[in-house]
């Protein structure tokens, strides 16, 4: 089990430029999340999917966010236009549907910073 | 408003000394609460999840406790070792109609020193 794996591990990237994160979920899962962390408001949804279907999406901080998942293996995270704010580390976690009870397994994330 | 709150902030303690961290929380209605490790650079990796019926669980040397009534849990390490230097993250769990929602605390920082 190689757990979900994420890509870039670091982006650095000046403002105004797009940002698109990657994610292949663990083989299996069904339920399909992004987070972000900063220090001083540590882990905060963005969004999650449910069988690849956008579930809740509350947590988008605005328009320039956006969220896909076109097939279960996969899903991306993208900024247009990127802004220094939205330096963080970008989480992307997975789990059996019915995460109730079930634990998430987090990638390693991706260090953006935008200058 | 749901809130988790973990404390202390951050720890200093001597390897093979024990620790205890807590976690409080005002997260309505209650569905589980879970805590994760955190390791410098690395995503958050589950240690336990605990429903509302369950007062304690283990994963080694460490063991979570949970007081539904007040609302309450610490997690205690046994015989800390160098590899236990983490951010500890309390998370809590709610289902409602809208579905499931976690709700994370801000961690406590914990340094295991020689």
């Known amino acids: 089990d190689a757990g979900v794996i994420q890509s870039p591990r670091h982006e650095v990237t000046e403002m105004g430029q797009e940002v698109t994160l990657r994610c292949k979920p663990i083989s299996g899962h069904n339920s399909l999340f992004w987070y972000r962390q900063t220090m001083m408001r540590g882990l905060e949804l963005l969004i999650y999917?449910?069988?690849?279907?956008?579930?809740?999406d509350s947590g988008m901080p605005e328009d320039r966010f956006s969220a896909k998942m076109p097939n279960a293996s996969f899903s991306t995270l993208k900024i247009q236009p990127s802004e220094p704010r939205d330096s963080a580390v970008y989480f992307c976690?997975?789990?059996?549907?019915?995460?109730?009870?079930?634990?998430?397994?987090f990638g390693n994330g991706t260090r953006l910073t935008v200058t | 408003k749901n809130q988790v709150e973990q404390s202390p902030q951050s720890l200093i303690i001597l390897e093979g000394k024990n620790c205890t961290l807590q976690?409080?929380?005002?997260?309505?209605?209650?569905?589980?609460l879970r805590w994760y490790k955190q390791d410098t650079g690395r995503g958050p990796v589950s240690l336990t999840i605990m429903t509302f019926s369950e007062n304690t669980k283990s994963n080694g040397r460490y063991t979570a406790t949970l007081d539904a009534d007040t609302k309450q849990s610490s997690l205690h390490i046994t015989a800390s070792q160098l590899s236990d230097s983490a951010s500890y993250i309390c998370?809590?769990?709610?289902?409602?109609?809208?579905?499931?929602?976690?709700?994370f605390g801000t961690g406590t920082q914990l340094k295991v020193e020689l």
């Open positions: 998370v809590v769990t709610t289902f409602t109609g809208g579905g499931n929602k976690l709700t």
């Open positions: 976690c409080n929380y005002t997260v309505s209605p209650f569905s589980n």
């Open positions: 976690a997975s789990s059996l549907r019915d995460f109730h009870n079930s634990p998430l397994h």
């Open positions: 999917f449910n069988n690849n279907v956008p579930i809740d």
